[in-house]
């Protein structure tokens, strides 16, 4: 598979881009965005062929859960078995930002898509890219780290492109992206836990929850 790359404005993507990224999800393809963090490979949550890719795509091992992008709260609630007052709480205060929350998986949601756990992370992001594809796709997006595993996360277009070539479909080559990672936390549980630092600190996220 050849890999096509488009270069694009991340503040200002131009419609024919966005609309050639979403065609390539539409047929269960990978695709490479900028994001407000760093570079995210973005796929079909709901297509196993696409699900499939993705992991190929990074040698990824399939007990590893695939987090996801959506477009709003409510979208967040349509995936969710259930979501906790924690969970509004954060959402509410931090999204669209660099926090990723774990919830309860719905059956809707491909178990393979949680790495066979039930459990399901989400994020609203910041990017302009990300933002118009859910929009123009009216769905929830796959969104994992532009890399081969074990390797670092790309920050350059032309270095998932480097990377990548042949594993994906197409890169959204938008420059450099400068963002920290997502902090991530799980509040699956009666006590919330702490899963990955980022941009976001822990003690932000104790002073969001302390009236719980």
Wanted: with cysteine; net charge neutral; aromatic share 4%.
């Amino acid at each position: 598979m050849a890999t096509d790359l488009i270069e694009i404005d991340q503040e200002q993507p131009k419609p024919e881009a966005i609309e050639r990224a979403a065609a390539a999800v539409r047929r269960g393809r990978v695709v490479a965005i900028p994001s407000d963090a760093l570079y995210t490979l973005v796929a079909d949550p709901f297509s196993l062929g696409a699900i499939n890719r993705v992991f190929f795509a990074k040698g990824r091992e399939i007990h590893r859960s695939l987090p996801m992008l959506v477009a709003d709260i409510a979208m967040a609630e349509e995936l969710a078995k259930e979501l906790s007052n924690r969970f509004f709480l954060l959402a509410r205060r931090f999204w669209p930002g660099p926090l990723t929350l774990i919830v309860p998986s719905s059956e809707k949601v491909p178990l393979k898509v949680t790495g066979n756990t039930g459990r399901l992370a989400l994020r609203q992001s910041r990017s302009h890219v990300a933002n118009q594809l859910i929009n123009a796709l009216n769905q929830p997006l796959i969104s994992t780290s532009a890399n081969i595993s074990g390797h670092p996360t790309c920050r350059k277009g032309i270095e998932v492109f480097g990377m990548m070539d042949g594993r994906v479909d197409l890169v959204l080559d938008g420059g450099a992206c400068s963002g920290a990672g997502a902090t991530t936390v799980d509040v699956t549980e009666p006590a919330w836990k702490l899963i990955k630092q980022g941009a976001i600190e822990e003690k932000e996220i104790a002073e969001c929850l302390q009236a719980i």
